[in-house]
């Protein structure tokens, strides 16, 4: 196994230090770091809005630009929430707890610097495991069949609505429903009969990802801004910007971080690497562990701007990105939405994601694992100090970002199909969405369901015919029966708290 | 944490909830007209499996979020609190601008019809300023367009328009 890490690792580090590969890690990590940065925009929007771009790119190379993307956007949405209190999205609300008041108290500078050094380390340590965990856990992979693989995308799939929180499980359930209803629209693979195509021919291939991403991220987004009538010009003052500059984090400052880093960064990857946790689960968990560990006048700081309380969600937020690697690329099942996005874009290129890539495809699975050490480089070496230039983007007025996100979401669409359909369904989509969004309903699931929705009905189809009609493949074989035990457990705690509550409720009225 | 009072018909999640039960239900039914071969009809898994399965499914997760009470750590906002003070119309201005962006491309090119996008979105979402939209615009759209067209070699069709009046032939 060694043999190979050593080999595979050379494979990452060649391809990935090809100039025009060094140039495509250092193009993502940017363009991650200034949508992300942009309030509103979050990982999932920012991978999207760049898929367009990664078709004219060797796969290898395409992935990369994605994961530089990916974690730009993750670092670029803490800037976001530090200095105006609004995160892009949700793994980067806890860094607002106490990023946002050190900020305040006159010290944006520093704020930044101990959330860029954070999030580098983070980051590095959870690639480092990522290294070291994914080759095994391909190698076991190996063995998989149709009716594991099967369980495992239910698994996933009931894991992230498991993580949507107490008030949303039945609603992200439902969500991830819709999402596998959308992927059977189209011509069934197998028997070739149309479904849901309402005699259309634009519809014969099924809808586009991209599209159903753009939909329900990019252009509701867009939406949304537009009918809150928000504005942040004014919000980050000049004072502000020029405060800024001081980025100085002293040794004593350093030394009291060092052990919530190395802490976070374990939490953070191993929830990274469950199906559907994700970077928001990694950065609450990283928060709420190091409030619990700390001393008493530590504890006290919490909330007021503590750097402790800076550093740990940070930390677990870029651990917990590179911890959902672990599943995408060993059994092709995304951990999170931006994963999602990503395991489509692998599929559009014709890889199917799991241990066959690791066999078949080593160079983007290495490609993509090294190059996460040059954009964690990048983003600590080149953006750290272009912060105050960065920190300006925030005040890009809302009435040109508005009209550009909705521009760079439909040329994004129509340019990899030249079909209008793709657009005014989009825009059908979108205002649906809207909608959801509004009454409560989480959108990621969607996506997971109908990137998965494929594969899953592939996988229930072989495992039928292996079993002759019979449902015992969901028992027979040891692992599948561990892995929907595991599947029922998730499913039925959310349930059975949500009743004990109710009853709870009922006893006390 | 407590449970809502909320009437049905006023909780945003119910009222979502009510349309996706709909949803479902429709679903299911469309899943019927799947045409299916003489032989496909007595296999275990055909074309409709899957597509029922999701509709019983959607049902149920539906019917849930309708019969469950609502547990919340505080009461939610009603529908009337969500889409009240919203800037409704101007939305819906922006979504006529992008359907009708949908249809320019077509016939007026991309870079025409990206421009005329791009100034009226600004304008909607109140940018006044000729100048700025000017260059957030043009240089924007040229951009791509070279960047598509004579970088990555992508093939980006002239407006049907030109052929009509016979600027191209």
């Known amino acids: 196994m060694w043999d190979g890490l050593v080999t595979g690792m050379m494979v990452g580090i060649q391809t990935t230090l090809i100039p025009f590969n060094i140039a495509v890690v250092l193009f993502g990590c940017f363009v991650g770091s200034f949508i992300g940065m942009l309030p509103g925009l979050g990982p999932i929007t920012a991978v999207a809005l760049m898929i367009p771009v990664t078709y004219g790119l060797e796969p290898s190379s395409g992935m990369v630009l994605l994961a530089g993307v990916y974690y730009g956007a993750i670092f670029g949405g803490s800037t976001c929430s530090i200095l105006i209190n609004a995160p892009g999205e949700a793994a980067t609300v806890a860094t607002a707890f106490d990023g946002y008041p050190l900020a305040q108290k006159g010290y944006p500078g520093k704020a930044l610097a101990i959330a860029a050094y954070s999030s580098f380390s983070g980051g590095t340590i959870a690639v480092v495991l990522l290294m070291l965990t994914a080759p095994a856990m391909a190698h076991v992979a190996k063995s998989f069949q149709s009716c594991d693989y099967f369980a495992l995308m239910v698994l996933g799939l009931t894991a992230v609505s498991a993580f949507a929180g107490r008030g949303g499980f039945i609603k992200a359930l439902l969500m991830t429903v819709v ?308 599947t029922i457990a998730i499913f039925m705690t959310p349930l059975i708290q949500l009743i004990l509550a109710s009853g709870k409720k009922s006893k006390t009225d | 944490m407590q449970k809502s009072k909320m009437p049905i018909i006023t909780n945003p999640g119910k009222v979502g909830a009510l349309f996706f039960l709909v949803l479902s239900i429709g679903y299911g039914l469309y899943a019927f007209k799947i045409p299916l071969t003489f032989l496909s009809q007595d296999e275990t898994f055909n074309a409709r499996t899957m597509p029922f399965v999701l509709a019983i499914l959607g049902a149920v997760f539906s019917l849930l979020m309708i019969i469950l009470p609502t547990m919340e750590s505080e009461e ?49 979402t109140g940018e ?36 009509m009046i016979g600027v191209i032939k």
């Open chain 2, 76 to 124: 939610p906002d009603s529908v009337k609190d969500i889409v009240q003070g919203l800037d409704w119309t101007r939305a819906w201005q922006f979504i006529v601008l992008m359907v009708a962006y949908g249809i320019a491309i077509t016939w007026l090119g991309f870079i025409i019809s990206s421009i005329l996008f791009l100034g009226i979105g600004f304008y909607l």
């Open chain 2, 128 to 163: 006044r300023r000729i100048k700025v939209m000017l260059i957030a615009s043009i240089p924007l759209v040229i951009g791509i367009w070279l960047l598509m067209s004579k970088v990555l070699g992508m093939y980006i069709a002239p407006g049907e328009i030109f052929y």
């Open chain 1, 179 to 486: 999402g596998l209803m959308l992927a059977t629209i189209g011509t069934d693979q197998t028997s070739g009969v149309q479904r849901f195509t309402f005699g259309t021919i634009n519809l014969l291939d099924g809808l586009s990802f991209v599209m159903l991403a753009m939909a329900t991220f990019a252009i509701t987004e867009a939406l949304m801004m537009i009918l809150k009538r928000e504005d942040t010009t004014e919000v980050f003052g000049s004072e502000n910007v020029s405060n800024i500059s001081n980025l100085k984090v002293t040794k004593k400052e350093f030394k009291k971080i060092a052990p919530t880093i190395g802490r976070c960064s374990l939490l953070g990857f191993f929830i990274g690497a469950l199906p559907g946790a994700g970077a928001t689960l990694g950065s609450f968990l990283s928060y709420g562990m190091e409030r619990n560990l700390a001393k008493s006048e530590d504890k006290k700081e919490f909330g007021k701007g503590s750097i402790i309380g800076l550093s740990a969600p940070e930390t677990g937020n870029n651990a917990a990105s590179s911890g959902s690697f672990v599943p995408l690329l060993t059994l092709g099942i995304p951990g999170s939405g931006t994963t999602a996005v990503m395991l489509g874009a692998l599929i559009a290129y014709g890889i199917e994601p799991g241990p066959r890539m690791f066999v078949e495809r080593p160079e983007i699975f290495w490609t993509v694992i090294m190059s996460m050490y040059l954009g964690n480089v990048f983003l600590l070496v080149l953006n750290l100090p272009l912060i105050p230039y960065f920190a300006r983007l925030l005040a890009v007025p809302r009435t040109i970002l508005i009209p550009a996100i909705a521009f760079f979401s439909i040329i994004g669409v129509y340019l990899v199909t030249f079909n209008t359909f793709d657009i005014y369904m989009m825009i059908g989509i979108s205002t649906v969405a809207l909608l959801a969004r509004m009454f409560g309903f989480p959108m990621a699931p969607i996506l997971l369901g109908f990137i998965l929705g494929g594969l899953m009905e592939d996988n229930l189809r072989r495992s039928l015919i292996i079993y002759d009609g019979s449902l015992s493949f969901l028992w027979e074989r040891p692992i599948t029966l561990t892995i929907n035990l595991i």
